[in-house]
């Protein structure tokens, strides 16, 4: 199994800051053979079910904002929120897909308002 | 676009058997592109995924859960179904359906109460 841990736990961050959340895989997501990272971030607001913001690290969902962005390689991954608005406030979560059909996530990270 | 909606009883008892079934919009369960599965998230937890059928009908499952977790397709109504065998508290949880390829996307999500 691919254990993702995410850092930290919780954040509080004043409106307009920046939000940034670690994730790391216990082994590298990085598929050799084409050169992507098969690794995807989550937002979940109370009572919803996770939305897709990130898929192959990097690329952004149709339809989120340009102030969520993924970064990383092999095993160590960042989501980064620009300039946090009120609506960003939620649970951000990391998850492999490269042991599909096999997925695993990180614990989760609460993002709050300052 | 994929819509997916659990159905199935909010309220099951202990050593019972626990019984979803997701209905797809929008797209065929038939597809070659994606995987159907299910997730698990017990009330203020984290996410786990339960096991998953492909178009073929093969199945892949959470070795954890693997002994009590069947899940099968019926390509004729468009749908896919979870049971959970032997359940007991531990088992309460919102149950996900849901389709991935490069990124999961989510059924609205059924709360599965286990309790007498």
């Known amino acids: 199994d691919i254990v993702m841990t995410q850092s930290p736990d919780s954040l509080a961050v004043s409106l307009g800051e920046r939000a940034t959340i670690n994730c790391k895989s216990s082994q590298s997501v990085l598929y050799s053979s084409n050169n992507k990272n098969y690794l995807a971030w989550y937002q979940q607001k109370p009572g919803q079910p996770p939305k897709l913001l990130i898929y192959w690290a990097s690329t952004r969902e149709s339809g989120v904002p340009d102030r969520f962005s993924g970064s990383g390689s092999g095993t160590d991954f960042t989501l980064t929120i620009s300039s946090l608005q009120a609506e960003d406030v939620a649970v951000y979560y990391c998850q492999q897909y490269y042991n599909t059909p096999a997925l695993t996530f990180g614990g989760g990270t609460k993002v709050e308002i300052k | 676009q994929l819509q997916l909606q659990e159905s199935g009883p909010g309220l099951v008892k202990p050593s019972e058997t626990l019984s979803l079934t997701c209905t797809v919009s929008g797209g065929s369960i038939s597809s070659s592109s994606y995987y159907w599965g299910w997730i698990r998230q017990p009330p203020g937890k984290g996410l786990e995924w339960i096991g998953s059928?492909?178009?073929?009908?093969?199945?892949y499952y959470n070795p954890s859960l693997k002994s009590r977790v069947t899940i099968s397709v019926d390509t004729s109504k468009n749908q896919f179904s979870l049971k959970l065998s032997s359940v007991t508290a531990a088992d309460t949880a919102v149950y996900y359906c849901a389709s991935y390829s490069s990124g999961v996307y989510w059924g609205q999500g059924t709360l599965v109460t286990v309790s007498s």
């Open positions: 059928i492909y178009y073929s009908g093969i199945t």
